[in-house]
């Protein structure tokens, strides 16, 4: 299977995302205007070390899923093929 398609960027309002797992660590978004662990809001966004997105529940920069529910979302939507 071979899948060709332009780049999309998908948010997921949800639990989290697991953002080292096997199927979507490829394929994460990464803010390009952050330096991750730095504690400073490099791009002036007004969010803080918002790297792979941002955790608005925690108010942080870790938007890490300690449910579950929003990476099986992530997954239906962009999980590599394999």
């Given amino acids: 299977l071979q899948v060709e398609a332009k780049p999309t960027v998908v948010a997921v309002i949800d ?11 490829s394929v994460m978004w990464t803010n390009p205007g952050e330096i991750p662990g730095n504690g400073v ?15 608005f529940y925690s108010n942080d920069g870790n938007p890490d899923d300690e449910d ?6 992530a997954g239906n939507i962009a999980a590599a093929a394999d």
């Fill in 15 to 25: 639990t989290g995302v697991k953002i080292d797992h096997e199927d979507l660590r």
């Fill in 41 to 55: 809001d490099d791009d002036g966004n007004g969010y803080v070390d918002d790297v792979h997105g941002y955790d």
């Fill in 68 to 73: 579950g529910h929003g990476t099986h979302c």
